[in-house]
């Protein structure tokens, strides 16, 4: 039996440098070695070792040795520290973005939606939001029995907008007017007063350029403009006109664009109806009924699968999906459906390529006039004005040429993009006809027989379709 005090003649001791872990290993081995295990806690104590030692792997050292002549084992294991919880921000009201924004489900399971918009307002002095310190952690400790501090959580600081109070102690934010709660860019919480138009936006009213919410109890008419760093809700229909939202905008009605005017939010446009109409969403376009020969575009969805759910005409962009009942019609008007980037990429890189085929004929013609001017030169009958004139075409080559590589790898970042087609789809509840085009990417079908119930999804460098489950 080896004694406590003559077993550093035959073990050693290590520690990690975090002193996260302790290891035991044998310098010397002897076949008839033997200790108790109080003897290697005294030896581990010996050697600064005050927490974690593992009691089963002490045990199993004294009783069978020979186990371990040939390993380096962890003989003791500090407790790591748990980080705190960072603090957060909870609000105390609903946003309208939220759950509140989505279409009225009634009992009896239909979907109204007309009722699109349930605005959340609160009164002056009205608890908005309340902010909750950070966690400090739990220390750990080391194998030496040294504390091991803990990473204290992050503070949330409130992020604070227009019309709002923050209590004397930090903690909490209330509203400083009687109004709308809405988040902006960054986040910042805001209350905006809802401005509100009691019959048309026409010429009684002109045209509005509101910092808050519109509710609009009328038409907006055609030529006429309505601004809005909130949202903007229509309770009639919409016309030629132009209607511009940070947040979202709700249309009762329909819009009947003829071809002009421009409908763009922030966030997501609902409306019952679009003809001959522009309409862009940073995020989803969901229309009840119908898109007839218009041009919509959504940075995420456009939903038009409501009982009549059509799309016919004119062009629809969606980020990710477009989703339609039916799509197309039986005299194969032509119908383009375009998903898998953003649409606002889609359209800059048909602008880029414009754009470079200009600055290669621009550059031919300065390549051109440069070899004649250079001809002239290498026989020595350049006068200063040609010479003057070749400098600065020297000068324009170079610029031109700057201009053609960062055209050229814009292009080519956006064709990459374009590549990211994962999460692209077109989903047909009812019949696709004849005379649609499927854009998925930078790649395209055209649709020549009617198909019903199907997916177009992008697969193995083509665009399949398969039966919707």
Same mark, same amino acid.
């Given at each position: 039996?080896?004694?406590?005090?003559?077993?550093?003649?035959?073990?050693?001791?290590?520690? $990690?440098?975090?002193?996260?872990?302790?290891?035991?290993? +044998?310098?010397?081995?002897?076949?008839? +070695?033997?200790? #108790?295990?109080?003897?290697?806690?005294?030896?581990?104590?010996?050697?600064?070792?005050?927490?974690?030692?593992?009691?089963?792997?002490?045990?199993?050292?004294?009783?069978?040795?020979?186990?371990?002549?040939?390993?380096?084992?962890?003989?003791?294991?500090?407790? #790591?520290?748990?980080?705190? *919880?960072?603090?957060?921000?909870?609000?105390?009201?609903?946003?309208?973005?939220?759950?509140?924004?989505?279409?009225?489900?009634? @009992?009896?399971?239909?979907?109204?939606?007309? =009722?699109?918009?349930?605005?959340?307002?609160? &009164?002056?002095?009205?608890?908005?939001? @309340?902010?909750?310190?950070?966690?400090?952690?739990?220390?750990?400790?080391?194998?030496?029995?040294?504390?091991?501090?803990?990473?204290?959580?992050?503070?949330?600081?409130?992020?604070?907008?227009?019309?709002?109070?923050?209590?004397?102690?930090?903690?909490?934010?209330?509203?400083?007017?009687?109004?709308?709660?809405?988040?902006?860019?960054?986040?910042?919480?805001?209350?905006?007063?809802?401005?509100?138009?009691?019959?048309?936006?026409?010429?009684?009213?002109?045209?509005?350029?509101?910092?808050?919410?519109?509710?609009?109890?009328?038409?907006?008419?055609?030529?006429?403009?309505?601004?809005?760093?909130?949202?903007?809700?229509?309770?009639?229909?919409?016309?030629?006109?132009?209607?511009?939202? $940070?947040?979202?905008?709700?249309?009762?009605?329909?819009?009947?664009?003829?071809?002009?005017?421009?409908?763009?939010?922030?966030?997501?446009?609902?409306?019952?109806?679009?003809?001959?109409?522009?309409?862009?969403?940073?995020?989803?376009?969901?229309?009840?009924?119908?898109?007839?020969?218009?041009?919509?575009?959504?940075?995420?969805?456009?939903?038009?699968?409501? #009982?009549?759910?059509?799309?016919?005409?004119?062009?629809?962009?969606?980020?990710?999906?477009?989703?339609? /009942?039916?799509?197309?019609?039986?005299?194969?008007?032509?119908?383009?459906? =375009?998903?898998?980037?953003?649409? =606002?990429? /889609?359209?800059?890189?048909? *602008?880029?390529?414009?754009?470079?085929?200009?600055?290669?004929?621009?550059?031919?013609?300065?390549?051109?006039?440069?070899?004649?001017?250079?001809?002239?030169?290498?026989?020595?009958?350049?006068?200063?004005?040609?010479?003057?004139?070749?400098?600065?075409?020297?000068?324009?080559?170079?610029?031109?040429? /700057?201009?053609?590589? &960062?055209?050229? @790898?814009?292009?080519?970042?956006?064709?990459?993009?374009?590549?990211?087609?994962? &999460?692209?789809?077109? *989903?047909?509840?009812?019949?696709?006809?004849?005379?649609?085009?499927?854009?998925?990417? &930078?790649?395209?079908?055209?649709?020549?027989?009617? $198909?019903?119930?199907?997916?177009?999804?992008?697969?193995?460098?083509?665009?399949?379709?398969?039966?919707?489950?």
């Amino acid at each position: 039996m080896i004694g406590q005090y003559a077993l550093h003649q035959y073990l050693k001791v290590s520690i $990690a440098d975090d002193k996260s872990v302790a290891y035991l290993e +044998f310098i010397k081995r002897e076949e008839d +070695f033997a200790c #108790p295990a109080e003897d290697v806690y005294d030896f581990l104590k010996d050697h600064g070792i005050r927490h974690g030692i593992q009691q089963e792997t002490v045990d199993r050292f004294a009783g069978h040795p020979d186990e371990f002549f040939f390993s380096k084992v962890p003989i003791a294991l500090g407790t #790591p520290p748990q980080n705190g *919880e960072d603090g957060r921000v909870v609000l105390s009201v609903q946003l309208e973005e939220e759950e509140s924004r989505r279409p009225m489900e009634m @009992e009896n399971g239909q979907v109204d939606y007309k =009722e699109i918009v349930r605005l959340s307002n609160v &009164r002056k002095g009205q608890l908005i939001a @309340e902010q909750y310190p950070p966690d400090p952690g739990v220390p750990g400790l080391n194998v030496l029995g040294e504390e091991v501090p803990a990473k204290p959580g992050k503070n949330a600081p409130f992020r604070v907008g227009k019309n709002v109070l923050i209590s004397a102690d930090g903690s909490s934010m209330y509203a400083a007017i009687d109004g709308l709660v809405s988040t902006t860019d960054k986040g910042k919480i805001n209350v905006f007063p809802v401005y509100e138009v009691k019959g048309d936006v026409d010429y009684s009213t002109g045209n509005i350029d509101f910092v808050g919410t519109v509710v609009i109890r009328g038409n907006v008419l055609t030529g006429f403009s309505v601004k809005s760093a909130g949202d903007i809700r229509v309770i009639g229909g919409v016309e030629g006109a132009e209607l511009t939202a $940070a947040g979202s905008i709700e249309i009762t009605g329909g819009i009947i664009g003829y071809n002009k005017g421009l409908v763009s939010a922030g966030q997501n446009v609902k409306v019952s109806f679009i003809q001959d109409g522009n309409v862009t969403a940073a995020q989803d376009v969901i229309v009840s009924q119908s898109i007839m020969h218009s041009n919509v575009r959504a940075g995420r969805d456009i939903l038009c699968n409501g #009982p009549k759910g059509l799309i016919v005409g004119g062009v629809s962009q969606a980020g990710e999906r477009v989703v339609a /009942r039916t799509i197309g019609n039986t005299m194969s008007t032509a119908t383009s459906i =375009e998903v898998g980037v953003l649409p =606002e990429l /889609r359209n800059e890189i048909n *602008e880029l390529r414009q754009e470079l085929r200009l600055l290669l004929e621009n550059a031919d013609k300065t390549h051109k006039a440069l070899y004649l001017l250079n001809q002239l030169a290498m026989a020595g009958t350049l006068s200063p004005d040609k010479m003057a004139m070749r400098v600065k075409l020297n000068a324009t080559k170079q610029s031109q040429q /700057r201009e053609e590589n &960062r055209v050229r @790898e814009r292009i080519l970042e956006i064709e990459r993009m374009l590549e990211d087609t994962d &999460r692209a789809r077109v *989903e047909v509840i009812r019949t696709i006809y004849g005379g649609a085009k499927i854009v998925i990417g &930078r790649y395209t079908r055209f649709i020549k027989d009617p $198909a019903e119930r199907v997916s177009f999804r992008y697969s193995d460098g083509d665009i399949t379709f398969s039966p919707n489950i």
